[in-house]
């Protein structure tokens, strides 16, 4: 099995920044693309950023400018960089990765638990 552990939210002041980070462990062959999408009340869950095994990285126009996903493949892990915080990211963000955990099986779209972060003064 697979599992993706986010880490990093918090109460966070509006201009501040945040940096998350998510952990994939288990039986694991590759990681191809990782992504984080957030969640906040009463709203569907929506991408945020995305990034893909070779690097190819995609924003939701709303994160454009303010926020930085990476990655790295020697920790199995996926970080989320967002700046200028607004109240209005307030959401449970979560991490979200396709994992083969075999050269011959096909990958496997995982979740993670998800981790608050509240923008407010």
């Known amino acids: 099995q697979v599992q993706l552990v986010e880490s990093g939210g918090g109460r966070m002041q509006p201009g501040g920044s945040l940096r998350l980070s998510c952990d994939v462990s288990?039986?694991?062959?590759?990681?191809?693309?990782m992504g984080w999408y957030r969640e906040a009340p009463g709203k569907e869950r929506e991408l945020v950023a995305s990034?893909?095994?070779?690097?190819?990285?995609l924003y939701e126009d709303f994160a454009k400018g303010r926020a930085t996903i990476s990655r790295d493949d020697a920790k199995n892990a996926v970080y989320l960089q967002m700046n200028r915080l607004r109240p209005e990211d307030s959401a449970v963000y979560y991490c979200?990765?396709?994992?083969?955990?075999?050269?011959?099986?096909?990958?496997?779209?995982?979740w993670g638990q998800g981790t608050r972060v509240t923008v407010s003064s």
């Open positions: 979200n990765a396709y994992v083969a955990q075999t050269a011959h099986s096909d990958d496997v779209n995982y």
């Open positions: 288990g039986t694991i062959y590759k990681i191809y693309t």
């Open positions: 990034i893909t095994s070779i690097g190819t990285t």
